[in-house]
């Protein structure tokens, strides 16, 4: 059974710090990208960053500068380091791993406070 289990979500004040990880297990395949999403109440689900297993990164811009993707590939395991906290960082942050498809984590709460 295949399983993105991420942790270290919480509650910080603006201007703070978090790291969230996901673990990938059940998955027999190569993972080729492993990422976060977010969505906010109200709003799509957007890509926070991504990284492929040959350690290149992508970032939107709103999180350019102070967030930082990262991955073991031994593990499975993707990071994000997030800097700079923003009250608009706030929302469910999903784990998202393709290898011939799809596959997401439940999701952890980042909330900012200001």
């Known amino acids: 059974q295949v399983q993105l289990v991420e942790s270290g979500g919480g509650l910080v004040q603006a201007g703070g710090s978090l790291r969230v990880s996901c673990t990938a297990s059940?998955?027999?395949?190569?993972?080729?990208?492993m990422g976060w999403y977010r969505q906010a109440p109200g709003k799509q689900r957007e890509l926070v960053a991504d990284?492929?297993?040959?350690?290149?990164?992508n970032y939107a811009d709103s999180v350019k500068g102070r967030f930082t993707v990262s991955r073991d590939n031994a593990k499975n395991t993707v990071y994000l380091q997030m800097n700079s906290l923003k009250p608009e960082d706030t929302a469910v942050y999903y784990c998202?791993?393709?290898?011939?498809?799809?596959?997401w984590g439940q999701g952890t709460q980042v909330t900012v406070s200001s």
């Open positions: 990284i492929t297993s040959g350690g290149r990164a």
């Open positions: 059940g998955i027999s395949f190569s993972i080729n990208v």
């Open positions: 998202h791993a393709i290898t011939w498809r799809d596959y």
